[in-house]
């Protein structure tokens, strides 16, 4: 969703905005929750498909952005080329005091609370991009 929301935003400048996961076992299409609070609130996704964090997506200017501290840790961990500087929780970068709650496993009505907080947030991640390009 964190993607999606960015990818609605108006960024001055353009970038390569991408969706990874920690652990994909194997490809799968979003989560049917999460597919619909977007599609509630006009976003709509087409032919997605779940892929893995792998070194290779890591270079220098790239800026990997979690949702909580557990998955920073986890990424700086698992990938050689990862550096602290450049893998920021979410939540953290703009300056919110709690880390998105995961919903996976959870109600619709939990995904929809992660889609209102996210939105949020983004706004301000795409404030602060702006501001600094």
């Known amino acids: 969703m964190a993607a999606e929301l960015l990818k609605e935003c108006t960024i001055k400048q353009p970038?390569?905005?991408?969706?990874r996961g920690i652990v994909v076992l194997f490809p799968e299409p979003l989560n049917q929750k999460a597919e619909a609070v977007?599609?509630?609130?006009?976003?709509?996704?087409?032919?997605?498909?779940s892929s893995q964090l792998e070194e290779e997506d890591f270079a220098q200017d790239t800026l990997v952005i979690v949702m909580g501290?557990?998955?920073?840790?986890?990424?700086?961990?698992?990938?050689?080329?990862?550096?602290?500087?450049?893998?920021?929780?979410?939540?953290?970068?703009?300056?919110?005091?709690l880390e998105i709650m995961d919903p996976y496993g959870g109600t619709l009505q939990s995904y929809g609370i992660c889609y209102e907080t996210l939105s949020k947030s983004i706004k301000k991640l795409a404030t602060m991009l702006n501001q600094s390009l």
């Not at 970038?15 to 969706?19: F, L, S």
């Not at 920073?72 to 919110?96: C, H, R, S, Y």
Request: hydrophobic residues 45%; glycine residues 4%; negative net charge.
């Open 15 to 19: 970038i390569d905005i991408q969706a």
């Open 38 to 49: 977007l599609i509630s609130n006009g976003i709509t996704l087409e032919n997605y498909m």
């Open 69 to 97: 501290k557990s998955d920073k840790q986890k990424i700086l961990d698992m990938f050689a080329n990862a550096v602290p500087e450049n893998v920021q929780v979410l939540t953290e970068l703009v300056g919110d005091e």
